[in-house]
Nanobody
């Protein structure tokens, strides 16, 4: 089993920055791939960024050049540094984990409870 807890969300003005964290615990093998998703009100959940055990990061086009995913294996923590925030980044952000990377599909077996990010213009 894997447990994921996100924190670091909040309110920020457009152009600002926020850093999300996801504290992970449980079976290490089951979280070899980790990802960030988001869900805006009235919309489906979409992938934002993911990072595999090889350290290779993949980003959605909408956040490329603005967001950076990273992980600190010693601290069992996944991060999402969000810069140049836009109002359209407003959403609930979720951390997800799996033994393999499922791209930006919703097939990851483990999910956190989410943390809210609100960006005002």
């Amino acid at each position: 089993q894997v447990q994921l807890v996100e924190f670091g969300g909040g309110s920020e003005q457009a152009g600002g920055s926020l850093r999300l964290s996801c504290a992970a615990s449980g079976d290490t093998y089951s979280r070899r791939c980790m990802a960030w998703f988001r869900q805006a009100p009235g919309k489906g959940r979409e992938g934002v960024a993911r990072i595999g055990n090889d350290g290779i990061a993949i980003y959605a086009d909408s956040v490329k050049g603005r967001f950076t995913i990273s992980q600190d294996n010693a601290k069992n923590t996944l991060y999402l540094q969000m810069n140049s925030l836009k109002p359209e980044d407003t959403a609930m952000y979720y951390c997800a984990a799996g033994r393999i990377c499922y791209g930006f599909t919703l097939l990851y077996p483990y999910w956190g409870q989410g943390t809210q990010v609100t960006v005002s213009s």
